[in-house]
């Protein structure tokens, strides 16, 4: 991983809910990111989602995305 990438991690299928509930949405209405994303790790298969970790002004932003074809 290069410095610049922002860290990516797997959700738990708890992790998935908890998100869904919050955001009061389904698996669906949630971005995409293409399995063949040169950013994406390999230990991500289709159907997971990915919880994106970026630093703005000294504050981090979670980001989700759903890991589809």
Not at 31 to 46: A, N, Q
Request: charged content about 35%; hydrophobic content about 35%; aromatic content about 8%.
């Amino acid at each position: 991983m290069h410095i610049l990438q922002p860290t990516q991690t797997k959700l738990s299928k708890e992790d998935i809910d908890k998100i869904l509930k919050k955001y009061n949405i389904s698996l669906t209405q949630l971005p995409k990111i293409k399995i063949t994303d040169p950013t994406l790790s390999e230990d991500f298969d289709l159907g997971d989602v990915v919880k994106i970790e970026r630093k703005q002004e000294g504050k981090k932003i979670f980001y989700y995305r759903v890991v589809s074809i």
